[in-house]
T-cell receptor, first 109, second 114 residues
Framework: GQNIDQPTEMTATEGAIVQINCTYQTSGFNGLFWYQQHAGEAPTFLSYNVLDGLEEKGRFSSFLSRSKGYSYLLLKELQMKDSASYLCAVLDSNYQLIWGAGTKLIIKP | SQTIHQWPATLVQPVGSPLSLECTVEGTSNPNLYWYRQAAGRGLQLLFYSVGIGQISSEVPQNLSASRPQDRQFILSSKKLLLSDSGFYLC?????????????FGEGSRLTVL
């Protein structure tokens, strides 16, 4: 079967750095997405990785290792507005998105 | 620029009543359209997707149905709602031919079935 695993909840302090991990087992791989979803709102796109390595975009970076079936989202200089759920999703061999359950990130002052 | 809207945003319906959620996309042509459901603490579940007018693919057997009467309109329906249909419903679109493209989501519709 296809499976995406990410922690259910994480807590971090304002101004700090947090890393949210995602491991996957899917039938084929055509890329990995990270989305941010604030409570009661729709997900918004953060990043897309298809090759191994680190993609940096401002305070957010995303890393991929295809051989390990592993990705992480790194958030730097955390702000209160970063409190949200972070969804990991993999494009399988049929170009269908397989979604993780999301990681709820709580930022404390 | 492209926009996507879905409505209603919130609805409370009794068991056995019908449902109609509507989604429209502006600023793009021939999009791929999707309906997802998100239950609390769970990942997004793909319900239906469409690659063109009248073309609907169902991913999960259920008492829901979808229709695409126009290129940029996608409707989710039910004739008789069940308690288990409660959840957060999301419409989304992606550029056709861009299989690795990002999904753009509508605002979401929260359905409570009592």
């Amino acid at each position: 079967g296809q499976n995406i695993d990410q922690p259910t909840e994480m807590t971090a302090t304002e101004g700090a750095i947090v890393q949210i991990n995602c491991t996957y087992q899917t039938s084929g791989f055509n890329g990995l997405f990270w989305y941010q979803q604030h409570a009661g709102e729709a997900p918004t796109f953060l990043s897309y990785n298809v090759l191994d390595g680190l993609e940096e975009k401002g305070r957010f970076s995303s890393f991929l290792s295809r051989s390990k079936g592993y990705s992480y989202l790194l958030l730097k200089e955390l702000q209160m507005k970063d409190s949200a759920s972070y969804l990991c999703a993999v494009l399988d061999s049929n170009y269908q998105l397989i979604w993780g359950a999301g990681t709820k990130l709580i930022i404390k002052p | 620029s492209q926009t996507i809207h879905q409505w209603p945003a919130t609805l409370v319906q009794p068991v056995g009543s019908p449902l109609s959620l509507e989604c429209t996309v502006e600023g793009t042509s021939n999009p791929n359209l999707y309906w997802y459901r998100q239950a609390a603490g769970r990942g997004l579940q793909l319900l239906f997707y469409s690659v063109g007018i009248g073309q609907i693919s169902s991913e999960v057997p259920q008492n829901l149905s979808a229709s695409r009467p126009q290129d940029r309109q996608f409707i989710l329906s039910s004739k008789k709602l069940l308690l288990s249909d409660s959840g957060f419903y999301l419409c989304a679109w992606r550029d056709r031919g861009l299989d690795t493209g990002e999904l753009f989501f509508g605002e979401g519709s929260r359905l409570t079935v009592l």
